[in-house]
């Protein structure tokens, strides 16, 4: 199990003599913290399945000249602090891409999957929406350059978002993913001038289209909602044609944390080509919420 071990010394060249500190739950790794009223506190983390590592509060007292972390030796599961009204900021927002004249294009909540090509994504060719253009061909949405992402949170959470696939090429594929290598997603897919709403999962090592319904409006509304009360690591996709009645597309995704990709969950907002570099969607908006869409 992962283990606080704390060392200590008179002077920064020693002698040392080191103490188990905590063994409890996998809680570890981290530092010590006081707040102006004088608690004390160490700042660790937990990995926590497939949301990924979460910061764990656990209370410190001294004895005899030690820091002392939990109570009875365990990581309590709750703390008497104020309870949390939302994500910390800065750490996950909802974006309406509404940019007013000196702000960033894009807040440090996103970031992207990996090193972008910033000539091909824009939050001012159409003021008000994210665009993200094609550039290269690629054959999956794990090597897919420009990807948009943000992380999810526990114990729920939901992304949304609203595209415009209007200037979608044949053989492109665009939409909300939770990117990680055991990936889900929901978009909507370009082919023989036709486009459908196409949910993928790869909760194997071998991708596979749950299910396709055809599009025939230039708009759609894609959902993905994340369950990670107790672990269950659970994932659902759905879609709108008008912003108010969803509906489920494909099956469940069971989400796992994975070493090659070394990080929870995140909100992807994707396009690719795979036949031809060149075409664009607009993505309106993306929205968090801290429920998901109740299961039937």
């Given at each position: 199990?992962r283990?606080v071990?704390?060392?200590?010394?008179?002077?920064i060249?020693?002698?040392?003599?080191?103490?188990?500190?905590?063994?409890?739950?996998?809680?570890?790794?981290?530092?010590?913290?006081?707040?102006?009223?004088?608690?004390w506190?160490?700042?660790?983390?937990?990995?926590h399945?497939?949301?990924?590592?979460t910061?764990?509060?656990?209370?410190?007292?001294?004895?005899?000249g030690w820091?002392?972390?939990?109570e009875?030796?365990?990581?309590p599961?709750?703390?008497?602090l104020?309870?949390?009204?939302g994500?910390?900021p800065?750490?996950?927002?909802?974006?309406?891409f509404?940019r007013?004249?000196?702000?960033?294009a894009?807040?440090l909540?996103w970031?992207?999957?990996?090193?972008?090509?910033?000539?091909?994504?824009?939050?001012?060719?159409?003021?008000?929406?994210?665009?993200?253009?094609?550039?290269?061909?690629?054959?999956?949405?794990?090597?897919?350059r420009?990807?948009?992402?943000?992380?999810?949170?526990?114990?729920?959470?939901?992304?949304?978002t609203?595209?415009?696939?209007t200037?979608?090429?044949?053989?492109?594929?665009?939409?909300l993913g939770l990117?990680?290598?055991r990936?889900?997603?929901?978009?909507v897919?370009?082919?023989?001038?036709?486009?459908?709403?196409?949910?993928?999962?790869a909760?194997?090592?071998?991708?596979?289209?749950?299910?396709?319904?055809?599009?025939?409006?230039?708009t759609v509304?894609?959902?993905?909602?994340?369950d990670?009360?107790?672990?269950?690591?659970?994932?659902?996709?759905?879609?709108?044609?008008?912003g108010?009645?969803?509906t489920?597309?494909?099956?469940?995704?069971?989400?796992?944390?994975?070493?090659?990709?070394?990080?929870?969950?995140?909100?992807g907002?994707?396009?690719f080509?795979?036949?031809?570099?060149g075409?664009?969607?607009d993505?309106?908006?993306?929205?968090?919420?801290h429920?998901?869409?109740?299961?039937?």
């Amino acid at each position: 199990m992962r283990t606080v071990i704390i060392h200590r010394a008179d002077r920064i060249t020693g002698p040392y003599e080191g103490r188990v500190a905590l063994q409890d739950k996998g809680v570890a790794q981290g530092g010590l913290i006081d707040t102006p009223k004088g608690d004390w506190f160490a700042y660790l983390f937990q990995d926590h399945g497939a949301v990924g590592r979460t910061p764990y509060l656990v209370p410190v007292k001294w004895e005899d000249g030690w820091p002392v972390l939990g109570e009875n030796g365990k990581a309590p599961d709750t703390l008497d602090l104020p309870a949390s009204k939302g994500p910390i900021p800065g750490i996950a927002a909802s974006d309406e891409f509404d940019r007013r004249p000196g702000e960033p294009a894009l807040p440090l909540v996103w970031q992207w999957n990996h090193n972008p090509d910033n000539s091909l994504w824009s939050v001012s060719e159409r003021p008000g929406f994210l665009r993200l253009t094609t550039g290269r061909v690629d054959t999956d949405f794990l090597s897919a350059r420009n990807t948009l992402t943000q992380r999810t949170f526990g114990p729920e959470c939901s992304g949304s978002t609203a595209i415009d696939v209007t200037h979608m090429k044949d053989g492109d594929f665009a939409g909300l993913g939770l990117l990680q290598k055991r990936y889900g997603l929901v978009g909507v897919r370009a082919d023989h001038g036709a486009r459908s709403i196409v949910m993928v999962s790869a909760e194997t090592d071998a991708p596979v289209e749950t299910q396709s319904v055809p599009l025939a409006q230039k708009t759609v509304f894609l959902k993905a909602d994340c369950d990670f009360r107790d672990r269950a690591d659970r994932a659902r996709f759905f879609y709108s044609l008008d912003g108010k009645v969803w509906t489920a597309i494909g099956g469940a995704l069971k989400m796992a944390y994975t070493i090659p990709q070394f990080m929870g969950y995140r909100f992807g907002l994707f396009n690719f080509a795979t036949t031809a570099p060149g075409g664009f969607v607009d993505f309106d908006f993306f929205h968090l919420r801290h429920q998901v869409t109740p299961a039937k």
